[in-house]
């Protein structure tokens, strides 16, 4: 086909192969698991939302709002806009579901994000992100308990070059007069500042925090500390919270710089980073958002959450050598002639419904033995199973073990179901000793 007619795929957005998909099919599996034994309860929310929502939660003058969003008009004229994350639509339906009303909610959800960044290595457009949130929980417990769940689900993943970095942001007053000292202060050294910086000192100071222009560094490092202009309370919900992490052997670091993209977050806030994946380090990061659900038009309810970057762990979980392919089938399934032909899948089906826990294949397309016996070979089943005209008129298939010497052999086909585990066994047994 001539270049020009193929269409290729949107930049940043990328398909997940066959041959990748066992990284992300585990982390789905031990996730799914792990919250489950934690008391969280999966939910689903819609892809698309009113952009307002986005506006109103992420905050205005952030990254995410001001130039990542996939925001479109449809036909009808609303304003509508991809997700670029998953908490403001878990918060909203909470809200409009009538899930609040006093409960404590223990949530997660999982899907693609959409955000226009410029791609790279662990950077793309469309994203895939799971997603906890906990709702109506004020104390540190929570803060705590969220933190040990992932630390353990690092663990169950063999994943051991992570980092917890950790800080506090204080309630949205306290924030509030750091804001204005931290103002003053870049204001006195406004010369060094770049043009993004200057621009966010109007609307977001605090990101001028996370700048990574090496010419800003030392008026940056000089700035004061969100952390030692915390109010009381979130001084003393933070101490608790690194002693719960102490006590249970959590290993963290306080990073005073750390104040996240997003506008929602007060008190605790967290990211796992890896030294293994290069520039894009954080895997998994969240916070307190105490004053969301409120901004959003829900009762004032506390609440935290996280959510991980499923490619980014997806990679560290193939670095950690976990196999992840997907088993060979246990039979394959070779037929030649009319007949055979025409009666194959019934008995197939038969087979498969009395023994759902067998992988069988069966060889689709026709072709002739030799083409057949190839593609069983290829396909790494330990044994065939052969079904031709005159087996069929006998009553009869033939089993023939794959990777073993041992000869063909005859089976009734009604004692097929109650002869191939048998024979499976004795094949694994046979390899293992091999
Ligand atoms: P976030 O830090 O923007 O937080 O994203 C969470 C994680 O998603 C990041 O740590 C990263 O692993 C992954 N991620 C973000 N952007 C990209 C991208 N362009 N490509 C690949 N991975 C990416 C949130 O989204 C909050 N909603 C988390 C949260 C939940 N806070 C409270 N509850």
Not at 282 to 292: K, M, Q, V
Request: hydrophobic residues 40%; aromatic residues 6%.
């Amino acid at each position: 086909m001539e270049k020009s007619f193929l269409v290729q795929a949107v930049r940043g957005m990328n398909d997940v192969l066959p041959e990748q998909i066992g990284g992300w099919q585990l982390l789905e599996r031990v996730t799914r698991e792990l919250f489950a034994a934690y008391g969280f309860e999966e939910m689903r929310v819609p892809l698309v939302e009113n952009t307002a929502l986005f506006k109103r939660a992420i905050g205005e003058f952030t990254d995410i709002v001001e130039k990542e969003m996939y925001t479109f008009t449809d036909s009808g004229g609303d304003s509508l806009t991809l997700r670029p994350e998953g908490t403001a639509g878990v918060v909203r339906a909470a809200i409009t579901n009538g899930l609040l009303r006093g409960a404590r909610l223990k949530l997660w959800t999982s899907g693609p994000m959409f955000r226009h960044e410029r791609p790279q290595k662990g950077r793309y457009r469309q994203f895939h992100q799971i997603d906890v949130e906990a709702i109506g929980f004020a104390g540190p417990d929570v803060d705590a308990e969220l933190i040990a769940m992932t630390a353990r689900l690092w663990r169950q993943l063999g994943i051991t070059r992570v980092k917890l970095k950790l800080n506090s942001l204080g309630t949205s007053q306290s924030r509030r007069a750091y804001r204005e000292k931290l103002v003053a202060y870049f204001r006195q050294h406004e010369s060094v500042l770049d043009a993004d910086s200057r621009r966010r000192l109007e609307g977001n100071p605090l990101r001028i925090l996370d700048s990574k222009n090496p010419e800003m560094q030392a008026v940056v490092s000089a700035a004061p500390l969100l952390t030692d202009h915390l109010d009381p309370e979130s001084r003393e919900h933070f101490d608790a919270l690194c002693a719960m992490l102490a006590a249970s052997g959590i290993d963290y670091v306080l990073d005073p710089r750390l104040v996240r993209g997003l506008d929602y977050y007060s008190r605790t806030v967290f990211e796992w980073v890896t030294d293994a994946l290069g520039a894009q380090d954080a895997i998994c990061s969240g916070g307190r958002y105490d004053g969301l659900i409120n901004q959003l038009g829900g009762d004032a309810t506390p609440a935290i959450g996280f959510a991980m970057g499923v490619e980014r762990v997806v990679e560290l979980i193939s670095q950690a050598g976990m196999p992840l392919t997907q088993p060979p089938p246990d039979v394959y399934v070779i037929t030649s002639g009319e007949r055979a032909q025409r009666n194959t899948l019934a008995l197939v089906e038969k087979i498969r419904d009395e023994l759902p826990q067998v992988r069988l294949h069966v060889n689709l397309g026709g072709g002739n033995f030799k083409a057949q016996f190839r593609r069983a070979d290829k396909s790494g089943a330990p044994l065939a199973l052969i079904l031709g005209d005159g087996e069929f008129e006998r009553g009869v298939a033939a089993l023939k073990p794959l990777r073993q010497e041992t000869g063909q052999s005859e089976c009734p086909l009604s004692e097929l179901t109650a002869r191939i585990p048998a024979i499976l066994k004795d094949l694994a047994g046979l390899s293992h000793a091999g």
